[in-house]
């Protein structure tokens, strides 16, 4: 493999001007490519982009070099290497190990270096390790992953709160890091692997501006560690985790082993030992969010082992959203590193995954998102769902509020905690009717909400009676009293009936009523 990108803080500063003024972000990509090239390109295939370049690239469009460079990795000339390099100069580029020269005196990329664009703060730039498209072969051990779908995810659940103290742990390219300096005072970055902390802090330099980083003064808001997991920040407390392991869960009797993904471990034991241990680094009322995946043996909840991982003082929320038989889950994962490029090692690899979790007797494998906190002085939280719908990224915002009521919510009061609220249904929820052809009413009632997770769920009638009511006019108190009245409920039925209000009101199907906002 080519050597990781240099951190020389002036080249870095030359290299961001150059593509800057190239106009090198995701919207003007998208536009040059026009939309069938973009989308080809998302599914890897790069015939239509180079098509739609051919006269940009005659005309000697910045732009167009640069895709063709760093997204097609096609060899250029080493006059358009050198113009679009203007502030950097070539020299300076090949210095930065981003470029280098072919036999033939072409320059060809030696990375992938991607526009990404955010709300906050803006357009950045991400180097990685070339895809398996760009280099035409299955992807190395060593290989450093870019901006990806997993990465995206992780960046979209992760809650956004001030904070003085994150930790990135497993960094890879450094992309969390990237949204966690738009708020957190410091940022400590840890990896195994010397190659993604090399990509993460030139990422960091290369977005210095966006991110209010000091290029000169790193060490005032970045830590750079070197180490497996925890273990470099060992007797360290952070306010927030966050965390894509290398969780995927491979033969023990791999010839690669990729770093970016996996670690060797039997199973699930990295995920089993990260979740146990995650409190030993978090600060109390600190926050842990990370994409995991888990095994299950034969029948029983999903969940039951996972329930049982993270220590006493832990809460955790954790969200199953996709679970994948073990040939499925072979398939997923060679795809994964485009070990289908290689016919017969694809062969032996998937007989090796099968042989593997038929061995351990694992019947399921399942995907999903772990939200976890070091509990101090807020109830005790334990939740585990399977949701497999569409959700609303980023679901971060609508995750912490979720949190944030249900602590509200739990109290030790004999009195209902929203009996003296002004609920009111947002406008974003709405409300299912279905019957059989033929029947004189409605049989199933169902609230659907299209923000946040997505949720779709039924109801019975009492419940869908109060919703119905909340206008904002009434207490909810007043509103399940009246219900209760109408449909003679007795007393365990009318508490049953508040639990279910104040679920519905944790999950964001009601809302506090307020004067003038869009749901009042």
């Not at 241990?277 to 995991?292: F, K, N, R």
Request: hydrophobic content about 45%; some cysteine; proline content about 5%.
């Amino acid at each position: 493999m080519h050597p990781a990108p240099v951190a020389n803080v002036a080249a870095i500063a030359a290299l961001a001007q150059d593509l800057t003024s190239a106009g090198y972000s995701t919207a003007n990509v998208a536009q040059l490519l026009g939309h069938t090239a973009a989308a080809a390109l998302d599914r890897e295939q790069v015939i239509p982009a180079r098509q739609a370049l051919v006269e940009p690239l005659a005309q000697g469009n910045r732009l167009a070099g640069l895709i063709s460079c760093f997204m097609l990795a096609d060899p250029i000339s080493t006059p358009q290497a050198e113009q679009l390099f203007a502030t950097l100069g070539l020299d300076g580029a090949l210095a930065l190990n981003i470029v280098r020269f072919t036999s033939d005196d072409d320059v060809v990329a030696t990375v992938d270096l991607s526009a990404y664009a955010t709300d906050h703060p803006g357009n950045m730039w991400v180097a990685s390790d070339q895809t398996a498209l760009q280099l035409g072969h299955p992807l190395p051990a060593e290989h450093i992953l870019g901006v990806g779908k997993a990465s995206m995810t992780l960046a979209e659940i992760t809650p956004r709160h001030e904070v003085n103290t994150a930790l990135d742990v497993g960094t890879g390219c450094g992309i969390q890091a990237l949204h966690l300096l738009t708020h957190a005072r410091h940022v400590t970055i840890t990896d195994i692997s010397q190659r993604a902390l090399d990509f993460a802090v030139f990422n960091i330099l290369l977005n210095a501006a966006v991110l209010d980083v000091d290029p000169h003064d790193l060490h005032d808001r970045v830590t750079v560690v070197a180490g497996n997991m925890l273990e470099p920040v060992a007797g360290q407390y952070f306010e927030l985790v966050v965390t894509n392991p290398p969780f995927v869960i491979a033969p023990v009797s791999s010839t690669t082993t990729h770093t970016y993904r996996e670690t060797g471990h039997t199973g699930d034991r990295l995920v089993k030992e990260l979740i146990a241990s995650i409190d030993t680094v978090l600060a109390d009322g600190g926050q842990a969010v990370m994409l995991a995946n888990w095994e299950m043996f034969g029948e029983g909840d999903w969940h039951a082992r996972l329930a049982t991982w993270p220590s006493e003082a832990m809460d955790i929320w954790a969200i199953q959203r996709s679970s994948s038989d073990p040939a499925q889950y072979a398939e997923i994962w060679l795809r994964d590193s485009s070990e289908n490029l290689d016919p017969q090692a694809y062969a032996q690899s998937y007989a090796a995954y099968l042989a593997d979790f038929t061995a351990r007797g694992v019947t399921q494998i399942g995907f999903g998102w772990v939200w976890l906190r070091k509990r101090a002085n807020t109830p005790p939280l334990h939740r585990f769902e399977y949701l497999t719908a569409t959700v609303h990224q980023p679901v971060a915002r609508a995750w912490s509020t979720s949190v944030t009521r249900h602590d509200a919510v739990q109290t030790e009061t004999p009195r209902w905690t929203l009996a003296d609220t002004h609920l009111v249904v947002p406008d974003w929820v709405t409300y299912e009717q279905y019957q059989r052809f033929g029947a004189d009413h409605p049989e199933v009632l169902m609230a659907k909400s299209g923000a946040g997770f997505g949720r779709h769920i039924r109801l019975d009638t009492a419940t869908a009676a109060v919703l119905g009511a909340c206008d904002g006019e009434l207490t909810a108190g007043q509103l399940t009293a009246a219900v209760a009245g109408l449909l003679e409920l007795d007393d365990t039925q009318t508490a049953a009936l508040q639990d279910e209000i104040t679920a519905l009101y944790v999950d964001g199907f009601l809302e506090v009523f307020e004067h003038g906002s869009p749901t009042g």
